[in-house]
């Protein structure tokens, strides 16, 4: 967060909730309880695993409607994609969608949250919010073991104009990674209408 938006929008830790420096992301005490991820696959990157303080993170913005947030744990996943994503040069960047009523419920989508503070070498994607689409309605997939979340998301998903898909190459968002389910179907589908590279960047990774 910069200096000019911390004065008129405080920057607090994504973690804890305390007030913090313009120049951070989280407070000192959260930062000594993150976890690392490092990645070793070449389309996809997270800074975190998905515990203490990172977890916290996670649960804090599906609940609160803190654009500080959402911000703050952009920025730390912008770093991750500068690292990871070198060689890469996005078109768009697409959160991982919800229903409508699900959203409409919710007040937002923390995926879209996310997708909208992105960043790649300092400079902004164009966000793209409107080509894939959640089209019915599935089962949570934490309740689920790995094997019934494959067919719980299958066809869940669907492009709605190819045209904006076709020959991008596209960074999808999402908060965290469980198995991979949610994201391998998205990219799927996002392949299936005609993208070229499709890399996935998440806040944090689940244990399993």
């Given at each position: 967060?910069?200096?000019?938006?911390?004065?008129?929008?405080?920057?607090?830790?994504?973690?804890?909730?305390?007030?913090?420096?313009y120049?951070?992301?989280?407070?000192?005490?959260?930062?000594?309880?993150?976890?690392?991820?490092?990645?070793?696959?070449?389309?996809?990157?997270?800074?975190?695993?998905?515990?203490?303080?990172?977890?916290?993170?996670?649960?804090?913005?599906?609940?609160?409607?803190?654009?500080?947030?959402?911000?703050?744990?952009?920025?730390?996943?912008?770093?991750?994609?500068?690292?990871?994503?070198k060689?890469?040069?996005?078109?768009?960047?697409?959160?991982v969608?919800?229903?409508?009523?699900?959203?409409?419920s919710?007040?937002?989508?923390?995926?879209?949250?996310?997708?909208?503070?992105?960043?790649?070498?300092?400079?902004?994607?164009?966000?793209?919010?409107?080509?894939?689409?959640?089209?019915?309605?599935?089962?949570?997939?934490?309740?689920?073991?790995?094997?019934?979340?494959?067919?719980?998301?299958?066809?869940a998903?669907?492009?709605?104009?190819?045209?904006?898909?076709?020959?991008?190459?596209?960074?999808?968002?999402?908060?965290?990674?469980?198995?991979?389910t949610?994201?391998?179907?998205?990219?799927r589908?996002?392949?299936?209408?005609?993208?070229?590279?499709?890399?996935?960047?998440?806040?944090?990774?689940?244990?399993?």
């Open positions: 967060m910069n200096k000019v938006l911390a004065y008129f929008f405080p920057n607090r830790c994504p973690s804890c909730g305390n007030l913090t420096a120049n951070k992301t989280f407070c000192d005490e959260c930062k000594s309880k993150l976890v690392v991820y490092s990645s070793t696959e070449k389309t996809f990157c997270a800074p975190f695993i998905y515990e203490q303080s990172a977890k916290e993170a996670v649960i804090k913005l599906k609940f609160e409607t803190d654009e500080t947030v959402a911000h703050n744990m952009a920025d730390e996943m912008s770093a991750c994609i500068d690292k990871y994503f060689d890469y040069d996005f078109d768009i960047v697409i959160p969608p919800m229903m409508k009523n699900e959203k409409s919710r007040g937002f989508n923390q995926s879209e949250l996310l997708a909208k503070y992105i960043r790649k070498d300092g400079d902004k994607i164009k966000l793209d919010c409107k080509s894939l689409k959640k089209v019915r309605e599935t089962k949570a997939q934490h309740t689920l073991t790995a094997a019934e979340r494959s067919v719980n998301l299958k066809n998903f669907a492009v709605s104009d190819s045209e904006n898909i076709s020959g991008k190459d596209i960074l999808l968002i999402d908060d965290i990674r469980t198995t991979g949610t994201v391998s179907e998205c990219k589908v996002l392949k299936r209408a005609g993208a070229n590279e499709i890399c996935t960047a998440v806040f944090a990774v689940a244990k399993l």
